[in-house]
């Protein structure tokens, strides 16, 4: 064999290409977790942007609904009211909605929980006021854990939830 003198240039020529070639693949290996953090970001954020129109709307028919349930006067005959019926087919089409696009069981549970009671008030004469307003707070604290989960939801200075309802 050569001397080191000879045997030299080749080993750290050799041992360069293989120090290029870790440091690319650790820099490909960078590049594609950041890549991939990203996108998983920009997925999350279109996500929640679409979760979020699909709750304002089953919340817009929802308010609908109880509105027009407890403002009817007792003994009228809700068999005829066809907008009433109507909306309530609408807030069950806006629950389907929330049931395709929850990333959460506790967001479906509480639309159900929550579209059962408006529909109970809407069908019967004695609305029970506190059931239908506990659905309400129990659906709006899984939709907010599930547009924003693992964050703490602040209710400091606005009143905590359940409170004197």
């Known amino acids: 064999m050569g001397s080191w003198g000879t045997l030299g240039p080749a080993v750290l020529s050799l041992a360069g290409v293989a120090l290029g070639a870790a440091g690319s693949l650790f820099g490909q290996y960078l590049v594609s977790r950041a890549s ?17 129109g699909v709750i304002l709307r ?3 028919v929802a308010f609908r609904v109880q509105k027009a349930a407890l403002a009817d006067p007792p003994g009228e005959d809700r068999e005829e009211d066809g907008t ?12 389907a909605e929330i049931d395709l696009a929850a990333g959460t069981e ?3 549970g509480a639309a159900y929980r ?20 506990q659905a309400q707070v129990q659906f709006m604290d899984a939709a ?15 009143g905590a939830s359940g409170g004197d309802a």
């Open 36 to 52: 991939a953090r990203q996108l998983d970001i920009e997925q999350s954020a279109v996500h929640r942007a679409e979760l979020k």
């Open 84 to 95: 009433l019926a109507e909306l309530v087919e609408d807030m069950w089409l806006a629950h």
């Open 58 to 60: 089953f919340l817009g």
């Open 144 to 158: 907010y854990d599930d547009l924003w989960p693992g964050r703490q939801r602040v209710t400091e200075g606005v």
């Open 114 to 133: 929550y579209a059962a009671r408006l529909t109970e008030a809407a069908n019967t004469d004695a609305a029970d006021r506190a059931a239908l307003h």
């Open 106 to 108: 506790p967001l479906r």
